[in-house]
Nanobody, 118 residues
Framework: QVHLVESGGGLVQPGGSLRLSCAAS????????MGWYRQAPGKQRELVAG???????NYADSVKGRFTISRDNAGNMVYLQMNSLRPEDSAVYYC????????????WGQGTQVTVSS
């Protein structure tokens, strides 16, 4: 019962920046984790960054120091600030939500395309 909508993707040059936003609605539990995953053509979907409702963060090694995840719990929003973008960052980025409880389901947005190219 969670609906996620991403925005902010686009085409940028290497070294550029984008800020992705995800708006969550529905049955949002106060204790949860939200994050960003990405999937490039021919590759597995991978975790980019996650953040718990308590503010604990986790990043893929490939984006540490370049990307920052944040959230606004009151507004049920999560953001991904992406700096120093590289061509290998190109992918469809998906917002993810799951309740912090054993066996809880994952919910996904439709994705937003990020393309890093000259």
């Amino acid at each position: 019962q969670v609906h996620l909508v991403e925005s902010g993707g686009g085409l940028v040059q290497p070294g550029g920046s984008l800020r992705l936003s995800c708006a969550a609605s529905g049955s949002i539990f106060s204790i949860n984790v939200m994050g960003w995953y990405r999937q490039a053509p021919g590759k597995q979907r991978e975790l980019v960054a996650g953040i718990t409702s308590g503010g604990r963060t986790n990043y893929a090694d490939s984006v540490k120091g370049r990307f920052t995840i944040s959230r606004d719990n009151a507004g049920n929003m999560v953001y991904l600030q992406m700096n120093s973008l590289r061509p290998e960052d190109s992918a469809v980025y998906y917002c993810n939500y799951r309740r912090l409880a054993s066996g809880s389901s994952n919910y996904w947005g439709q994705g937003t395309q990020v393309t890093v190219s000259s």
